[in-house]
């Protein structure tokens, strides 16, 4: 039972435009969630979170929205370049199981054409 | 954040050979170290959890014999997989935490391909 859900696997979006993926969750405990980007063969790296007690967090170009009764969280890229082009993974820490332990959503890839 | 890193980046090896994975925090103490995997197209799935100086905790259908891990130092982890098979060819990552922090910091990852 998937826990964190992308149902997106694959977003194409042109340079400049805006950048939206989505990710949904289902276990109303979690309380904090995180956004991980990665590239082909390398470890994620951190990219934005967000508490449950916010709805919205910005960081630079990337905008992370928490709607807590939808169950529902999406990462807004704007404006899209090529380098931002990766996948990105939606997690949450899930403390009823190992202390810290992130679950994973299952990605979606990005590609942001010139 | 934290660096961490990971050694060797890539491994191909033999079915039935044991292969060690080390994971280092370089400039952290990491009370709390994760193993993940990563099967194509799926989503990281975490594998254990080590306590420095405490027993790894093994998430459910992970072989803890199969998979050994050892977390002696603040700063360095190891995973073993024993007797690999090609089944186990994955990509591995560790990652560290400290308690009370949601953010892990990522190594890079360890390509292994069992032949």
């Known amino acids: 039972d998937q826990q964190v859900k992308q149902n997106s696997p694959s977003l194409s979006v042109q340079e400049g435009r805006i950048s939206i993926l989505n990710c949904d969750y289902t276990?109303?405990?979690?309380?904090?969630f995180l956004w991980y980007k990665k590239y082909p063969a390398e470890g994620p790296t951190f990219l934005i979170s967000?508490?449950?007690?916010?709805d919205k967090n910005e960081d630079g170009r990337f905008t992370v929205f928490l709607n807590k009764s939808a169950k529902h969280l999406s990462l807004h890229i704007v404006p899209s370049q090529p380098g931002d082009s990766a996948v990105y993974f939606c997690?949450?820490?899930?403390?009823?199981?190992?202390?810290?332990?992130?679950?994973f959503g299952k990605g979606t890839k990005l590609s942001v054409k010139p | 954040g934290a660096v961490v890193s990971q050694h060797p980046s890539w491994v191909i090896c033999k079915s039935g050979t044991s292969v060690k994975i080390e994971c280092r925090s370089l400039?952290?103490?990491?009370?709390?170290m994760f193993w993940y995997r990563q099967f194509p197209k799926q989503s990281l799935m975490l594998m254990a959890t080590?306590?420095?100086?405490?027993?790894?905790?093994?998430e459910q259908g992970v072989e803890k014999d199969k998979f050994l891990i050892n977390h002696a130092s603040l700063t360095l982890s190891t995973l073993t997989v024993t007797s690999a098979h090609p089944e186990d060819s994955s990509f591995y990552i560790c990652?560290?935490?400290?308690?009370?922090?949601?953010?892990?910091?990522f190594g890079p990852g360890t390509r292994l391909t069992v032949l």
């Open positions: 997690a949450a820490p899930n403390y009823g199981g190992s202390q810290g332990n992130l679950i």
């Open positions: 080590s306590n420095e100086g405490s027993k790894a905790t093994y």
């Open positions: 400039d952290f103490q990491a009370t709390t």
């Open positions: 967000i508490s449950s007690i916010k």
């Open positions: 990652s560290c935490g400290d308690r009370g922090y949601n953010e892990q910091f």
């Open positions: 276990n109303s405990m979690f309380d904090y």
